[in-house]
């Protein structure tokens, strides 16, 4: 059953498009990637699931989430999706938890408002911390966010994500900010409990591999549309896009040791300064005349011209 559905989803501000054409569909329970250099539209393209897009952008095409269109969803209706259906995890967690607040003020503030009484929503923050590896939970729902390292901090705000009992996550870039073993256990620890609980994730990452061990199917970005889409464990047998496989062949992995890292050739673009044929075709090797002049439609599973011939 499809949960969340983006058709032809076009955001502007100005005259300076951000993203364009951008159709998928994630179903109930599936957790699909979004990947990209920076840049190419993974964030606007999940805050548009919550309407969090900045101020004056123009948004054509829709976003559906249980087949109603967001963009008609007044305040409470909106209200109402940001705090029970969808929960958002961002890449700093400091960046939304109120610094001066205690942590079970924080967890506890959603069920507070949904008429949860005290006692219980402080039992419920303690058990969903411990559901994410926090030990000692009652101590640790009176400290304050600065007695917390980034680690612990962003378990936290995972709690709080699944405390509502969401039908989808939207998790943008979430271990960025923190150290590489760290990053290992909250990728772990959200998998984990979003797959027991059956619920969505939009999981924004620059890394190919985590993407593909966290997801079922991976979108790949760039300069805000969407060019490849395809099941996470056929990523390395059957991507078909050149920036895709331009993506796969820069991976820190695939260089022996000591020798230099491969990058994509070119300059990243946006949407505003893409070309209008293919989005990729200046940095594209095999880029041909109708490539710079028509922009692909996207055919099986990639938008590119050249997808028979390319192998
Ligand atoms: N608040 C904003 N105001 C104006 N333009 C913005 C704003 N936020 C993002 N953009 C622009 O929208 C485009 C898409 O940005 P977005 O943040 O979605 O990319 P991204 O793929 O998530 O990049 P990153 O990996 O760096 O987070 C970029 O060209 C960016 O400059």
Known sequence: ????????????????????????????GEAVGLVGESGSGKSMTVRSVVRLLPEGAAVTGAVRFEGADIASLGAAGLRRMRS?????????????????????????????????????????AAGSLSEVGVDDASRRLAQRPYELSGGLLQRVVI???????????????????LDVTTQEEVVAILDEQRRRRSVALMFITHDLELAAAVCDRIAVMYAGEIVEIL???????????????????????????????????????????APPGCVFADR????????????????????????????
């Open 284 to 311: 594209c090797p095999h880029a041909e005349d109708r490539c710079r002049d028509t922009r692909p439609a996207f055919r099986g599973s990639a938008a590119c011209h050249l997808l028979e011939e390319v192998r």
């Open 84 to 124: 029970r259906d969808v929960a958002m995890v961002f890449q700093d967690p400091r960046a939304v938890v109120n610094p001066v607040r205690t942590v079970g003020d924080f967890l506890t503030e959603v069920l507070r408002d949904q008429g949860v009484n005290r006692a219980d929503a402080l039992r419920k």
């Open 1 to 28: 059953m499809t949960l969340l559905e983006f058709e032809n989803l076009r955001v502007s501000l100005g005259d300076r498009p951000i993203l364009r054409n951008v159709t998928l569909s994630v179903a109930a």
């Open 159 to 177: 709690a709080a994500a699944l405390l509502t009992e969401p039908k989808l996550i939207l998790a943008d870039e979430p271990t960025t900010a």
């Open 231 to 273: 099941p996470a464990d056929r990523l390395h047998t059957e991507a078909r896009h050149p920036y895709t496989r331009a993506l796969l062949g820069s991976r820190p992995g695939t260089v022996p040791p000591g020798q230099r890292l491969r990058t994509v050739p070119g300059v990243p673009q946006s949407a505003l300064t």
